[in-house]
């Protein structure tokens, strides 16, 4: 990774521990399409924000992609990985209980 990337991901990650929380914990959202670079910007701020001595975790959405038959059976199979093929409602609520309950189970 260069210089200016290693920056920018401190500067990222430093901007997130400082951040006032609200509830329980800081919830980042990271989004974009496929293959934009989501989950390494994700994976490359846990040790940063592990480093400063908090604990950070990922919460991929992926556990709430809706079953191909649902898909197949909507029309959307193709369409996989747009808004209209998960479950954004569960993911929501999800993220919600991340903000409000200290300890949370999920997929």
Avoid: W
Wanted: hydrophobic share 40%; with cysteine.
């Amino acid at each position: 990774m260069c210089e200016s990337k290693i920056y920018d991901m401190m500067a990222l990650a430093s901007s997130i521990l400082n951040a006032p929380k609200k509830g329980q914990r800081h919830v980042i959202a990271i989004t974009g399409p496929p293959g934009s670079g989501k989950s390494t910007i994700a994976n490359g701020l846990i040790p940063l924000i592990s480093q400063a001595g908090s604990i950070a975790e990922v919460v991929p959405m992926d556990g709430f992609h809706l079953d191909n038959s649902i898909l197949a059976e909507r029309n959307l199979i193709d369409f996989k990985g747009a808004p209209s093929t998960f479950d954004v409602r569960g993911f929501t609520e999800l993220i919600s209980r991340l903000s409000t309950e200290p300890e949370i189970i999920f997929p």
